[in-house]
């Protein structure tokens, strides 16, 4: 199939945000020259605090399959109590990546192969002045860091667009902090086994 | 311009651009989001339209009716149960002639109860007199959207615009918003030869008897059956409509150009398979892969279903070896609808290729493109079965 796409899973609880934080990727995305962007929430019966995905596929050409991702190359996890309770890294390519907002440091999560970083966005976030457990857009100076595929500048940008009006700037004081403070673990060999 | 959003953001933006009048609609998932963009529209003075909420979607189409009766402009969106409460109204809008455009949001029905995609909704719909175009990306739902207005104003038919439920109402891509100047151009001020007004009252599809009549100016009147030929006969002038209306389309916006039927490397292709919707687009990357391995295959989207385009589908798929047809209905106790119609297509031709049926993604049954690998490569060759009952593709037991 296709491999000129890169596929971002989102893993997040509803209503905290994760669809707004993929659409502001998806507009970065676009603005930087990738005419093919799609961004598919998983569909169901979401309530708040249930786990939720939302699929994000990036490219320089125009996406037709809009199905799910099932083989991401980088997944996104905007609470980590969530890795106790969903594969998080299900179907993650061998050495893709796995950004968490935790506290903890990337060594605390055992995901074979994989590449773990780890940042504290609800702290970060907070200290950026945004009401507590506001991570989704905090979480992208976390991706901008470490995905290799959009610059902090123009993630930023596409945060303002999404919060005109609605005082951006905590938002994107977030993201800068969080990418200032994202830890990266690693690919850990012995984990392999 | 272009901007990032859903497909019900692209349907509410052409219902915006196209200056509807009058929108009446009740909400139901997955249409939800489109009416409730149109009425913040409406109340934010961006849409110069009266939202009429009303307690059922009987009601909506009934609005729909009596405001395109009086000369307006009327729209209005459902999706699965919601449209099937309308079904009597669907009817009566289309026998009275009311050019009413409508998304629908197509969901699975039921019982059992289900929220997720097929076409169920739509295809049982097929024969209420509407015409029905489906659609394979957000460009295409707002570009159908503002073409449908003008389709059904030339041909007083009502339009149904129809896009997967989720699959693309839910979903965020970019689409370029026609400019509101060009859109004006493309589609004029809904000015009817005649509309309902108090000044001069009339009494309009009251009871119509078997045969004609002498009106009260004394001229020879319709009977119902007449009445119904003409809705055939207009329906079947409608296909050549579509096409004006696309490319009048196209030469306005640059897009278009396929009004029928969207081939994908079709051209060569010794084997096409046919779906409509998102899932005609799906099958691309299927058709690519398939064509690495040496297959002479393409996909065919069918846009539009109702008026069927049999000269079309005919041309496109009769020197074909063979055609699979995948599709999101069932018509029980028979075969799958569109395949019956493609069968239909085609008897007339010299050649017929062999035509094969698969069902799949009912009620959002998730469509793998495994499944649809096997499926493709099960009828294509030498050593291919012969056309057969219909197969359901990804049952689980």
Redesign the interface.
Known sequence: ??DDITKIRWHGRGGQGAITA??IV??AA?SSGY?G?????T?G?ERRGAPVLTSLKISKHK??????ITEPDVVIVLDHLLVEEVDVASGLKPGGLIIINTPRPPEAFAFAGMKVATADVTTLAGKAGLPTGIVNTGIIGAFARTADLLDMDTLAGAIESEFAGKSPEKNTAAARATYEHTLVGETDEKRQQ | MHIIESGNVAAASGVQLSGAQVIAAYPITPQTPLTEKLSELVDAGELNAQYIPVESEHSAMSVCIAASSAGTRAFTATSANGLLYMNEQLHWAAGARLPIVMCVVNRGIGAPWTVWNDHQDAISQRDTGWIQLFCCDHQQIIDTVIQAFRLAETVRIPVMVCYDGYILSHTYMPFDIPEPAAVSRFLPEFAPDWALDPACPANLNTVTLPDIRPDVRGETAPGYMEIRQNLHGDMRRAIDVVADTDAAFAQTFGRGGNPFIEPYRCEDAEYVAVAMGSLSYQLRDVIDVLRQEGLAIGVAGLRLYRPFPNRAVAEALSAKKGVIVFEKAVSYGYEGPLYADIKAALYDCAHRPAVHNYILGLGGREIKTDDLFDSLRTCCGADAPEAREPAFVGLKI
């Open positions: 199939m296709r993929a659409k998806a507009n676009f005419g962007v799609v961004m598919a929430p569909f019966t996406i037709y399959d809009l199905s799910p």
